[in-house]
């Protein structure tokens, strides 16, 4: 996982994943806040703690991780409201924030903590807050981004869904992402396969930001995805599941 952290922190600002990603999250946040800007977030395993940055727009931003790398590099960026902690035992009170985030981090937790963690996240959300949540999706991709992800599942809509709902959540939103880049990843992933996935020290260059002219084209399409999925068309197949649930205000 440091291995991971460190590739990520060298990356999220301008590979063309993390732009895509902030792109499709972003609508989210801003339904969930309903115009807000005075809220309590927090991001639950927030690695190197970039994501605080969007988060903060809407209030006052929280994170923690586990692995203390991925702290240290958020703090070594300035980042500050970081603690290190575990997602299954969250050193919140109750009922303590209005936005609850998970990004890429419940498809690495043992079935036993997964469950857990969904709890905790229920937990700590106040009564009519919201979650959103992003998970790696389909098996058919399973390839080296899992080895160095820690992948332990993917995720359908239907198991995502049965998760946070068996937390207690109502789902208000659930999609694939990154669809615009399902046909070659399907194709590169499946190649991985049957040649044998990468060791974790090789595996980086899945993270690693490409050439300039190939960046810049990738981050284009997913933009160009992130329009459709604002305007509320939810994809049938892509690499991500993005999803925004709500605690219910009657608990």
């Not at 115009?35 to 994170?63: E, H, M, S, W």
């Not at 979650?131 to 239907?158: C, F, K, P, T, W």
């Not at 998760?163 to 669809?179: K, Q, V």
Request: proline share 4%; charged share 20%; net charge positive.
């Amino acid at each position: 996982m440091d291995h991971l952290l460190r590739a990520t922190a060298l990356a999220e600002q301008r590979h063309f994943w993390f732009r895509g990603f902030r792109a499709f999250v972003t609508p989210l946040l801003d339904r969930a806040a309903a115009g807000r800007r005075n809220l309590r977030l927090i991001d639950c395993g927030c690695g190197t703690g970039n994501n605080l940055g969007l988060l903060g727009r809407y209030g006052q931003a929280f994170g923690f991780d586990l692995t203390a790398s991925g702290l240290a590099f958020g703090r070594e960026a300035g980042r500050t409201r970081l603690a290190r902690a575990s997602i299954g035992a969250i050193p919140f009170r109750d009922a303590s924030f209005d936005i609850v985030t998970s990004f890429d981090v419940l498809y690495s937790l043992p079935d036993v903590v997964e469950h857990a963690a969904a709890r905790e996240l229920y937990r700590i959300a106040k009564p009519g807050a919201s979650l959103i949540v992003n998970v790696a999706a389909m098996e058919m991709l399973r390839g080296d981004h899992s080895v160095l992800s820690h992948e332990l599942r993917r995720y359908s809509r239907q198991s995502l869904a049965g998760l946070l709902t068996g937390a207690g959540f109502e789902i208000e939103r659930i999609t694939y992402t990154n669809a615009v880049l399902f046909p070659p990843m399907a194709a590169a992933r499946a190649l991985q396969r049957m040649r044998g996935l990468s060791a974790e020290q090789e595996a980086d260059q899945e993270i690693s930001v490409p050439a300039a002219p190939v960046n810049a084209v990738l981050t284009a399409a997913l933009m160009l995805e992130s329009l459709w999925l604002r305007a509320g068309v939810n994809n049938p197949f892509g690499s991500s599941l993005l999803c925004l649930a709500r605690k219910p205000q009657r608990v």
